[in-house]
């Protein structure tokens, strides 16, 4: 891959939507885990170009008092039958987890100038797409656990692998050690991600953690408690969740096309496309065949990029497939 050339607007797409420079951890952590994250830009654009699976690190919540951290903490241990591992490798059994949960409860109620519901612990879930190892992925968790919070924030985790999406439930106290407060920013997340993804590839697991622009993604994800309300109304067991309803009144009586940053994310659809495509035609009128396939894989990704599509968009194009299905089929009489 020497004749590689990172082509503009590539290098941008991959860039994270946020200044990781924004990030809460202390420099020291922050500059290790930067320099980890990144790989060789010929590697990382032929690994995007691949569709290498993305790591989700996501935080689903935070507990409120030592009685939820104790119901959580008996979640993600399912009640004792699973270990949960601590920094340095410990593992507790049931008798341990409710003695770990009073430790917190006791830490957070002795904390000075404690606001009156400041959260007990963060909950973070690590994850890969269904089909990777368990094991790899549970140790990978183990080493971005330990680098990302070391002996500055206690923690525990836990594997949960029901044979189908293995993920790692982990739970980080919000006080540290030292007294300082774990408050992550967006930035953070991004770091974690990228940490992730490094300690799954050092464990011969591909992984990526590129912003959604780069995989030609143009909605977010939808957040957990919304889907899983959607899926019980769909599945007839509830009513729709408020945000649903308000998306589909708000996409029934506005213009999508009105959207100011509608043309700005097919504007930049357009950069990346031409920069990718530019680059495909030179790799494949390269001499080396390695660079000949890359171009293939280039070709094959640019072929697979969704739609350009809002949220909104999405929302009216369903909205109007029962009117189409009401309509008469044109027979050609009528003209």
Request: hydrophobic residues 40%; charged residues 35%; proline residues 7%.
């Amino acid at each position: 891959m020497s004749d590689f050339r990172p082509p503009s607007g590539f290098e941008d797409v991959l860039r994270p939507p946020v200044d990781l420079r924004r990030a809460r951890l202390t420099p020291a952590v922050l500059g290790r885990m930067r320099g980890a994250g990144y790989g060789e830009a010929a590697v990382r654009f032929e690994r995007v170009a691949r569709r290498v699976p993305e790591v989700m690190v996501k935080i689903t919540g935070r507990t409120r008092d030592g009685a939820h951290l104790g119901a959580h903490l008996a979640y993600i241990s399912r009640n004792g039958a699973l270990a949960l591992e601590g920094p340095d490798g410990e593992r507790l059994d049931r008798a341990g987890v409710r003695n770990l949960a009073d430790d917190w409860a006791a830490e957070r109620a002795m904390e000075r100038g404690r606001r009156r519901d400041a959260p007990a612990s963060l909950s973070v879930v690590l994850s890969m797409p269904a089909g990777t190892d368990p094991g790899r992925l549970h140790d990978a968790a183990r080493a971005f656990a330990g680098e990302a919070f070391g002996d500055r924030f206690p923690y525990v985790f836990a594997l949960h692998d029901e044979g189908r999406h293995p993920h790692v439930h982990l739970t980080v106290r919000m006080l540290g050690r030292d007294g300082e407060r774990l408050n992550p920013r967006k930035a953070d997340l991004q770091l974690w991600r990228e940490r992730f993804a490094h300690a799954l590839r050092e464990r011969s697991v591909e992984a990526e953690a590129t912003p959604r622009r780069a995989r030609g993604v143009t909605r977010k994800a939808e957040r957990t408690p919304v889907r899983k309300l959607r899926e019980r109304f769909e599945a007839g067991r509830g009513a729709a969740p408020r945000v649903l309803q308000d998306a589909v009144r708000d996409a029934s009586e506005k213009d999508p096309s009105a959207a100011p940053w509608l043309a700005a994310l097919r504007a930049r659809r357009e950069r990346i496309v031409r920069a990718l495509s530019a680059e495909a035609v030179r790799l494949g009128l390269s001499a080396k065949s390695e660079d000949r396939r890359t171009a293939e894989k280039v070709v094959d990704f640019l072929k697979a990029l969704p739609p350009v599509e809002t949220r909104r968009e999405a929302i009216q194009r369903r909205l109007e497939i029962p009117e189409r299905k009401r309509r008469p089929p044109d027979d050609g009489r009528s003209r």
